[in-house]
């Protein structure tokens, strides 16, 4: 559940959106379903309207700042670290150390890859970007699952050879990006936008 408020100043825009809030939880209360308080999640965009929740709902037991996780995905202000990011490279990591250890044949392991690797690492990429040095990871550990007694020189050219460039994670991520984008374009902007 999603609770959206906007307001003339910050002070406002915080007490509706507690307000909101308890009124969300007793209608839930009302057909016997109950919020998790610490799973709960508040996103501010600046730090005065964090310290305006924090001074005013003292009792707020769930969590509050400028980056909030939704279905895995850290929806931040720009100078905020992901939160989920760096544990969809590691899990993607452990994956496809796995794969490397596995028998199969090259054209195999690609589709494994695909499948069960590149899926994870990229989900959320369109609005959680990666950063080069975790690129490079995926990068690293894709190469040493298909070519383990292998070097390859260039890293990037065997991905992209391998797959007509499907198993690259930069391109898959800029891909995510443009698709998101377009998206975003195709649907226009809400009619209150200024």
Known sequence: MVIFKEGDTEEQTMEGLYNDLMAAKDKLTTVRQVMNDGKEQVYCQTNKAKHIWKDK???YKGRIGQAVIDLGITFRTHQQKSLSKPKRVDDTVYVVRRIQSLGFSVKHKIKIIKTA???KATY???VDPF???QIKALRAKYTQALWPTKYTACRITGLLIADKGEIEPSINIIKKVLV???KQVEG???PSTE
Request: net charge negative.
């Open 188 to 190: 226009g902007l809400h």
């Open 131 to 133: 950063t080069i040095a």
């Open 180 to 182: 998101n984008w377009i």
């Open 124 to 126: 959320g990429a369109a």
């Open 117 to 119: 690797a590149q899926s």
């Open 57 to 59: 709902f003292t009792d």
